[in-house]
């Protein structure tokens, strides 16, 4: 039903309701901008500017206009491509669109309530609702919130099931993969992952180190404040490099991987079609190579570890200069003509400890070796830091 | 006359075995209310009233475990029509939908397991956000971060009962991973590191984490099995452990947090 909706709404599958030049070149700047390349960068920047002004864009008009606005674009464009809408109403994109419009939501709850909350902190009043003693009964106020979430959830889901039979593709033939094959929805960041790691990496260290990271988090997070209430002011870091690897490197990659990943993984803009005769040839050169070839014009040596020794040596530093260089101030403590620069530092791991320290920083390493590799791939077609196939360990 | 049928009706010995106290309408019956039903006990009988807002919890835990109950539910349904064998399994989804009346089944078990996924990433977004993973609610944290697990676990095992182009192959892309298992899978780095005295190498083909998950070097009829009953049995019942450890300790470490 919600099909055909869909349909009417967006024309014939394969005529848009509108089409013009304007629209055409409008399309094509959007396909251009969309390659990660451009779009992460961008959606980094945005990112930023939603953590610096929280308090501006959460009130709830401009807010709203967000809403709108990006309601508009996002189902709108049913109507000016039919390649588009083909994506998004395919019966298992749906929950994408859910997730997205969910954490939007979301986030601009918490942030509003940051706001408010930070407000009151600055004004050294006291946060809303801080009163230990200011309870309510549990039957009726949340007995009864809890019964009408539960009857509106049911009706959602009823609603969601009659509009929209659950897909069946043809029957299980393990001699026919289709084109493109892709991991459930809620691993395709990992799946996009693929693109800049091999497996071991993309499927078994990170998702092992995102969980370790979680649980870990707690234990690590040593400051005391916002406990029990948003805000954004008394914990910065926490809340920029957390919502940074759940935005960014997991909701965008979905994104990512389930609207423009296409045959062969090849990457296809909003309004593009999914052409599987597209060929793009892989271009990627090893840092071995790089270093070896290009900067030495020498032969590749034979011994593999002198071959990537350069990898090793850097991924190590890299790895390195996570767990090192906050202590470095505590050493150099009273540079004449600066003075103390260990003040921060002596705080830090006054608070945390070295071995919280440690696994905070291994952690932020990992992550930090995304982006990294991502921007080097899109920089210099660089495929692997490491490169030893003799072990199965690229990097 | 309808008065005098309930009064009579609450008078009976029945009646009053069940509902041990009057209508919640004073403090009284309130807090027995809560406090006399198993299911209703789970909550404190008075809660403070930043934990109960709407735009502080967003209600998302409460939905996961709503979600999951609708899971149960239309699970143990759906396993009266399916047979988890190749030769059935297609026919039998199909069927479902031909044969069974109402056949909404499969629609609300699909649909409701891509929202618990849903609910479960806000869940954890909203108590990130508000620092309820802080001392003393560390340890419940830990327990959420596992449930996170179990429920993309629980979703990626079911992913593959339909036995459809898109059920195989989506598993199979999953399942590679296992292959790259460093010292664990074939195509992992490292994995001749593991061998017997002798140079007998210990993980092969037959013998490596993507085996032990597929039970088959690709995604055949016993990985058909095995994520049957890890879908149907054992992940369920851990999850539901794990849950009621998950409560239990909202209870514990002093209800919904809240600013000091
Ligand atoms: C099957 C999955 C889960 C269910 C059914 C569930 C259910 C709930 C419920 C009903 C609450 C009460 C408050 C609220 O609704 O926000 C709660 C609180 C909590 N949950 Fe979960 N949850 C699940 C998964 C998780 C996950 C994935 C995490 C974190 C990684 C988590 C961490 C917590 C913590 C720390 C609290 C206490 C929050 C506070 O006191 O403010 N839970 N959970």
Known sequence: ?395 | MIQAIIAYITSTQIWNSVFRHGVPRDRRTRVMAIMSNVFLHLHPVAIRKSGIRLSFTWCMGGLTFFLFLAEAISGVLLMFYYRPVPEYAYSDIVGLRAHVTLGLLREIHRWGAHAMIISIWLHMMRVFLSGSYKPPREFNWGVGVILLVLTMLLSFTGYLLPWDQLAIWAITVGSNMGKATPFLGMQGPLSDLPQLPGGVALVTVRSDAAYLLLAGTSVGENALMRFYVLHCIALPVVTAILIAIHFWRIRKDGGISGPM
């Open chain 1, 1 to 395: 039903m919600i099909d055909s909706l869909i349909m009417l709404a967006s024309g014939a599958p394969g005529k848009p309701l509108f089409s013009s030049p304007a629209i055409d070149s409008f399309k094509d700047v959007v396909n251009f901008w969309s390659q990660p390349q451009y779009s992460l960068p961008l959606f980094t920047i945005l990112f930023v500017l939603m953590l610096v002004f929280y308090r501006k864009w959460s009130r709830p008009i401009p807010a709203g206009l967000i809403l709108v606005g990006f309601s508009a674009i996002y189902f709108g464009s049913m109507a000016i491509d039919s390649n588009y809408s083909l994506i998004l109403t395919k019966a298992d994109n749906v929950p994408i669109t859910i997730m997205l419009f969910g954490v939007g939501i979301c986030l601009w709850t918490a942030f509003r309530e940051a706001a408010t909350n930070d407000k009151a902190i600055e004004e050294g009043k006291p946060i809303p609702y801080s009163d230990r003693d200011d309870k309510v009964l549990v039957w009726p106020d949340l007995v009864y919130i809890e019964l009408i979430c539960l009857v509106l959830a049911s009706a959602a889901l009823l609603f969601w099931s009659v509009g929209l039979p659950a897909p069946l593709e043809a029957p299980a033939n393990p001699a026919g993969p289709p084109n493109p094959s892709k991991a459930p929805w809620y691993f395709l960041g990992l799946q996009e992952m693929l693109v800049y790691f091999d497996p071991w990496m993309a499927g078994v260290i990170l998702p092992g180190m995102i969980v370790s990271g979680l649980i870990a988090m707690p234990y690590i997070d040593t400051n005391p404040k916002g406990n029990g209430y948003y805000t954004f002011k008394e914990r910065p870091f926490a809340i920029t490099t957390w919502l940074f690897g759940f935005i960014i490197l997991w909701v965008v990659l979905i994104v990512f991987g389930t609207f423009l990943r296409g045959p062969n993984w090849n990457f296809f803009g909003p309004y593009e079609y999914w052409d599987a005769l597209i060929q793009v040839p892989l271009t990627n050169i090893n840092l071995s190579d790089y270093f070896w070839l290009y900067l030495f014009k020498s032969e590749l040596p034979t011994n593999p570890f002198v071959r990537e020794g350069i990898g090793i040596v850097l991924s190590g530093a890299w790895v390195l200069a996570f767990l090192t260089v906050p202590w470095w101030p505590l050493m150099v403590d009273n540079i004449p003509g600066i003075g103390k620069v260990s003040g921060f530092a002596r705080k830090l791991f006054g608070q945390m400890g070295t071995i919280r320290f440690l696994i905070l920083a291994f952690h932020l390493a990992i992550m930090a070796m995304m982006p990294l590799k991502m921007v080097l791939r899109w920089l210099f077609t660089l495929k692997y830091f490491i490169y030893l196939p003799e072990f199965n360990m690229n990097l």
